[in-house]
Every structure is written in C-alpha cells, then in structure tokens.
C-alpha cells in the first residue's frame, strides 16, 4: 500500500508570491490533516479535511487554505507568502478524523521563502 | 503555560539504557499520541492512547488520566532510536484541536 505523497519535497517563493502545496493520501483514508513545523514554534495544527469539508482549524491567519477532493487528496494554499511562512509543511491521513484514529505522515514540503 | 510539556527537552544516553520521556498537560483530551521524528523530517506514529498501557517491540507507553501524564519508555536502546520524540494531544472540547509537545531530542551514544 502506498504512503502518504507531499508534492513537491523543496520549494523556494519569494515574499508576497502564493504557493499550492499536495498530499495524496493512502488509499482509502478519508481524513487529511496539515501541519507547520518551525524551529521556534514546533508542530502546531493547520486544518483537518475528511470527505471533502474542513472539520477543524488551527489558529492561522485567512492566507492559510486548504481544500480537499473526491479522491480525499488534499492541497494547502499559502497566499502574500511572508518570510515566517518558511517551515516543513507536513499532512497527515488516517481512515478517521486523527486524534482518534492513527495518523499517518507524508515525508513533508520544505517551504523557503525570501 | 503550554497545553503540553515534555520532559527533558534532551536526553543523551549509552547504548543499553532504559530511557523515559514524560509528558504532561492541563487540557481534557480524547486520546494522547507519541509520535517519532527522525532527521530529515519524516514523523512516524508509534502509539494512541486513551488509558493504560501499550507495548511495541522495545518501546512501552504509558497514561494516567487522573494525572494528565503519560511517559514513553524505551527499554534496551539503541543508536537507530535516535530521534526527537514528541507528545500530542486532542483536546475533547471546543475545536477539539490538536496540541503538540515541543520535543524531546534524545541521541543514544553506542
């Protein structure tokens, strides 16, 4: 069975641009959740998907969407980038909303922004 | 205060050694996760707890609900157990998010 697939593995933006982040999650997972890990603030919860309607939001500002298909893939919008946005974005998928089901991680998307 | 506080933020220990790693929190939750980080990014999830206790080859985790504390033991280490390993938690009001410890980095030195 196939892993969870970020695309792509390493991006550099510059300030002010927007950026489209991919999970693909494994087969038949119904829940994709995203995460920002950053030196300073460790992981902290982005959103949670599951068919296709967000459940839950952490707290970030409206330049952070996400969306999910019919396929439960997932993508992750960051718009007006600003140089705090540069972390390793990580999703998440589990055949039930996680927290209560377990969780299985993509490899990640390192996200530089200058 | 954090939701969620690891102890040690860093651990250095002989290959061999019994290693625990403790985490407590302040928040009701529905479910507790110890997660593995290994350099490069790469998290795995190596156990879900709700109460008691859960074994996996080598590694033991452990809740007290009455005392909003869990501990991760690792029992005979090894260098490949090098790693940051790191504590959630879902909370079981409000938004329900999830909450993550910041850590602990622990080096097992063969």
């Known amino acids: 069975k196939a892993g969870v697939t970020q695309t792509p593995r390493y991006l550099i933006k510059t300030r002010g641009q927007q950026v489209t982040l991919s999970c693909s999650p494994i087969?038949?997972?119904?829940?994709v959740s995203w995460y920002q890990q950053t030196p300073g603030q460790g992981l902290q919860f982005l959103f949670e998907y599951f068919s296709e309607t967000q459940r839950n939001k952490g707290n970030f500002p409206g330049r952070f969407s996400g969306r999910q298909f019919s396929n439960s893939r997932s993508e992750m919008n960051v718009s007006t980038l600003e140089l705090g946005d540069s972390a390793l974005y990580l999703c998440?998928?589990?055949?039930?909303?996680?927290?209560?089901?377990?969780?299985?991680f993509g490899q990640g998307t390192r996200l530089t922004v200058v | 205060k954090n939701e969620v506080e690891q102890s040690p933020q860093n651990l250095t220990a002989q290959e061999g050694e019994f290693i625990t790693i403790n985490c407590s929190y302040s928040?009701?939750?529905?479910?507790l996760h110890w997660l593995q980080q290994h350099p490069g990014g790469g998290i795995v999830s190596l156990f879900m707890?709700?109460?008691g206790k859960k074994k996996h080859g080598r590694l033991i985790a452990t809740i007290n609900i009455q005392e909003k504390h869990s501990s991760l033991h690792i029992t005979a280490s090894h260098p490949r157990d090098s790693a940051v390993y790191i504590c959630a938690v879902k909370t079981n009001f409000g938004n329900e998010k999830l909450t993550f410890g910041t850590g602990t980095r622990l080096t097992i030195i063969p």
């Open positions: 707890l709700s109460s």
């Open positions: 928040v009701g939750i529905s479910a």
């Open positions: 087969s038949g997972h119904r829940s």
């Open positions: 998440a998928s589990s055949q039930g909303s996680w927290g209560l089901a377990e969780a299985f």
